[in-house]
Antibody, heavy 121, light 108 residues
């Protein structure tokens, strides 16, 4: 079964740090670009960051650039998000999502169940 | 970056047809994908590309695009289709991604 499982969420104080992990199974992880998408409570989806299959290409949303770092370990089938200088507005459920491309069309085809990050004093 | 605009809420009578739209300049260059999200659950891809459905998505879901507008159509809406729907596409640079604000679909 193709599956993504996030972990590492929790309560952190403003200015603090947290590292999220996403464990992939059921597919060849090293062949796919991966992404982090977040959703603040009661709000819509917000793309956060993407990383190509070999980590050659990395992109961030302006809202997290300079504070968050995406990385992956293909040997461990794992995706990570290091979050520093956290702010209250970073409070959200964080999803990892697989990017899939076929015949000129692409999408986030597989999503994890999400991990909650709460930034509060 | 560019924005994608969706109507916040749409309603449809059971068994009728509903169209959910998404507007944005980047849609002139890139296809939209559509995601269904039910309360407390992760998003699920329902439409991608010109008009493609992943395995397991009912054929009552379809997609289309014209100019700067992408549309998701549900033909014969069912009670289980009540959910939030999000469109997604690349931004104008082609390197970043953007989601629409979401449309809450109510099936009456």
């Amino acid at each position: 079964e193709v599956q993504l499982v996030e972990s590492g969420g929790g309560l952190v104080k403003p200015g603090g740090s947290l590292r999220l992990s996403c464990a992939a199974s059921g597919f060849t992880f090293s062949s796919y670009s991966m992404n982090w998408v977040r959703q603040a409570p009661g709000k819509g989806l917000e793309w956060v960051s993407s990383i190509s299959s070999s980590s050659s290409y990395i992109y961030y949303a302006d809202s997290v650039k300079g504070r968050f770092t995406i990385s992956r370990d293909n040997a461990k089938n794992s995706l990570y998000l290091q979050m520093n200088s956290l702010r209250a507005e970073d409070t959200a459920v964080y999803y990892c999502a697989r990017w899939w491309y076929q015949q000129g069309a692409d999408a986030f085809d597989i999503w994890g169940q999400g991990t909650m990050v709460t930034v509060s004093s | 970056s560019s924005e994608l605009t969706q109507d916040p809420a749409v309603s449809v009578a059971l068994g009728q047809t509903v169209r959910i739209t998404c507007q944005g300049d980047s849609l002139r260059s890139y296809y939209a994908s559509w995601y269904q999200q039910k309360p407390g659950q992760a998003p699920v891809l329902v439409i991608y590309g010109k008009n493609n459905r992943p395995s397991g998505i009912p054929d009552r879901f379809s997609g289309s695009s014209s100019g700067n507008t992408a549309s998701l159509t549900i033909t014969g809406a069912q009670a289980e289709d009540e959910a939030d729907y999000y469109c997604n596409s690349r931004d104008s640079s082609g390197n970043l991604w953007v989601f629409g604000g979401g449309t809450k679909l109510t099936v009456l």
